[in-house]
């Protein structure tokens, strides 16, 4: 996934009405996905000095809209701050925060706080805009240690500026700013110290008029990028030289589902050369490792991704080694190359999928919005050509598209999955040639109507208001589980995300976050506190009991003897220790939720004969976790040591790295 954070960060000086305002010209801004403008962004300064600050863009009929107003002191901090609007998921924003004399005090939605303050400090908006940010970083660059402590705790500072010479009559300065997230943030100011730009290959803004140079930006500052994901990798890959012995663990053997005791494993290279029973002479080795009261596994998989360089290390300190991609931006492959190769931290990416959605209100955030039947199948080839394995369809694809569409992915040895186009059911198009269906809504909304128009946010909320209806014991559900296992259909559920969605309001822990968030850094943690769907007044319980049917969805159609593998489509690493719990939660043997995560996704994806199992010959991509998750699924969660290709991760380190405390 490409964890989208709201859009954070503060501060500068304030101004009173007998002050000279700053010389802060109003400016106006574009925001894209890819290529396709998704809306707007402005910045200004009032007549009383208090900066103002518009953001609001649309991301398949969800997305923000806020409005900022902050007030700064003589030293450049904030005095007082204002959101109002909405956030990504339409439910209210209204934000306030005050600092003065020493005290600061905030409330929000979400959250709420005081504190006493020894020295100035800034407060970090939860809904905050480009505008905080630029506040911030103007107030960073005149600090003799360019850093500042944060509210409600933390400290931010600029690591690396950069001035680069764009043309003859564009001098601009990449900035790049720690602390607000598990990696750097990048920021472009102009000469003048004003925000510019923060190109992405996600979500992008950028000042109006300079849209043709987004892309070269974006292109230096991935360069940056790289370096310092490069030196990361180059300080935290353990490599062997000779072999390395696993001494006395528990073997999960993927295959059988089921625990073998006391066993040695014997890895050389990176392959897994032998695993010898107790008494057995272990060969001379380099390294020995201790397995006692512990369990070592395959490495997980990750089945519904969408992932940058920053996703690399979450994923690997939790344990997932591959992982299948399920839309992305058109710079995959060379993601995938440099995880592959180990030249970035990060999974082995198996398959890329080519998204493909009908340009529109609701369309897609990225790769190819198409207009025609005849531009989607050249997208196709498009994607056939850079070596993608799948085709991924989305809401805006009209039903008579499908056929064809999958006849042209099929002849060239691709897969068909994604969303239920809108004004279909998912048995239509099984019918018409998916492969693979993603999203347990998805599979709800085939109950429903095909009249729902699931472009747009009903495909969440009618969930939440009917899911509970559905009769997984019917002759219905019965027909259409029959028919996903006769077709060989495959599942990957995500239902993790939906328990956020359906059953927290703003205020409560995401659930499925809600194990890890003292693990996380601060500001991270703050937005896992903004609640799910605005849910209607009296239906808070009708929502939940929609979820919990989701759950016993999963299972019925696991019982029916139909493929599912685990995906999550949200934080990396974490967000996958929860679906898993989360099957186990809905009656699935915890042998088989492994078995999911290991050797049948490796089934699905067609690399069985190398990785899936703890067995002689294959690749040694293979986790080390404290405890036993046949007996407790979550012991998943406390991985000790992860080994892809032979390279030697410790978890501790990789947290450490990117601010995140180890399980113990």
Not at 152 to 176: A, F, Y
Not at 227 to 242: E, V
Not at 432 to 455: C, K, P, W
Request: charged share 25%; proline share 4%; aromatic share 8%.
């Amino acid at each position: 996934m490409k964890e989208i954070f709201a859009l954070v960060l503060v501060g500068l000086m304030a101004i009173s009405c007998q002050q000279k305002q700053d010389d802060f010209a109003s400016m106006e801004y574009k925001l894209f996905f890819a290529d396709n403008q998704a809306g707007y962004y402005s910045s200004s300064q009032d007549a009383d000095g208090n900066y103002r600050f518009v953001m609001e863009y649309n991301d398949r009929g969800r997305g923000p809209h806020l409005e900022e107003s902050i007030k700064l002191n003589e030293n450049r901090v904030i005095e007082s701050l204002e959101i109002l609007g909405h956030n990504y998921l339409k439910d209210t924003v209204s934000e306030v925060f005050t600092q003065k004399d020493g005290s600061a005090s905030w409330k929000s939605t979400s959250e709420s706080g005081e504190k006493s303050l020894a020295e100035e400090a800034f407060f970090v908006g939860v809904n905050s805009s480009y505008g905080n940010a630029e506040l911030l970083i103007r107030k960073l660059l005149g600090s003799a240690d360019k850093a500042i402590d944060l509210l409600p705790s933390g400290t931010v500072r600029i690591s690396n500026e950069e001035k680069i010479q764009i043309s003859d009559s564009l001098s601009l300065n990449l900035i790049e700013v720690t602390g607000f997230s598990f990696t750097p943030n990048y920021y472009w100011l102009d000469s003048d110290n004003r925000f510019f730009a923060a190109p992405s290959t996600w979500l992008s803004c950028i000042r109006s008029g300079y849209e043709s140079v987004s892309e070269q930006l974006l292109t230096i500052q991935t360069d940056r990028e790289k370096a310092y994901y490069g030196k990361l990798a180059s300080n935290l890959t353990q490599k062997t030289d000779g072999k390395i012995a696993i001494k006395n663990v528990s073997v999960f053997d993927a295959n059988r589902g089921l625990m073998v005791s006391n066993k040695t494993v014997i890895v050389n290279g990176n392959r897994i050369e032998a695993i010898l029973s107790a008494g057995a002479s272990v060969p001379e080795v380099a390294r020995e490792i201790d397995g006692t009261d512990r369990t070592f596994l395959p490495g997980l998989f990750d089945m519904h991704t969408h992932l940058g360089r920053s996703d690399g290390i979450l994923n690997l300190a939790a344990g997932v080694t591959s992982v299948r991609d399920l839309a992305n931006s058109l710079d995959l492959p060379e993601i995938r190359d440099e995880f592959n190769e180990n030249k970035v931290l990060g999974p082995r990416i198996l398959i890329m999928s080519g998204f493909i959605d009908k340009a529109g209100p609701y369309a897609g955030p990225i790769g190819k919005i198409v207009s025609s039947l005849e531009e989607a199948l050249a997208a196709v080839d498009y994607y056939y050509e850079r070596g993608y394995q799948q085709i991924k369809l989305y809401s805006s694809i009209e039903p008579e598209w499908v056929k064809p569409i999958a006849t042209k992915a099929h002849s060239l040895g691709m897969k068909v999955s994604g969303h239920i186009p809108a004004h279909m059911l998912a048995q239509d198009a099984v019918k018409n040639g998916y492969d693979e269906i993603q999203h347990v809504n998805m599979l709800a909304l085939n109950f429903m109507s095909d009249t729902i128009d699931s472009r747009t946010p009903l495909r969440f909320s009618m969930i939440g208001r009917h899911a509970h209806e559905i009769n997984v014991q019917s002759p219905e559900f019965k027909s259409f589980a029959k028919l996903l296992k006769t077709e060989k259909i495959v599942l990957d559920p995500t239902v993790s995300i939906f328990e956020g969605m359906l059953t927290t309001k703003a205020g409560e822990p995401d659930p499925q976050m809600e194990a890890v968030l003292d693990r996380l850094p601060i500001q991270v943690k703050r937005g896992f506190y903004s609640g799910g769907l605005p849910i209607p007044d009296g239906m808070e319980d009708r929502y939940k009991e929609s979820y919990q049917r989701l759950l016993e969805i999963v299972f019925a159609l696991y019982s029916e003897g139909v493929t599912i593998v685990p995906g999550t489509d949200a934080m990396p690493g974490f967000a996958l220790h929860k679906e898993l719990e989360n099957y186990a939660k809905a009656g699935i043997p915890n042998a088989e939720v492994l078995r999911m995560a290991t050797i049948i996704s490796a089934k699905v994806i067609g690399v069985e004969d190398e990785l899936g199992s703890v067995d002689i010959g294959k690749l040694a991509d293979l986790i080390l976790v404290d405890g036993n998750p046949l007996e407790d699924m979550s012991a998943i969660r406390r991985v000790e040591l992860t080994i892809k290709d032979g390279n030697i991760y410790e978890a501790e380190k990789l947290y450490e790295s990117i601010g995140v405390k180890h399980f113990k």
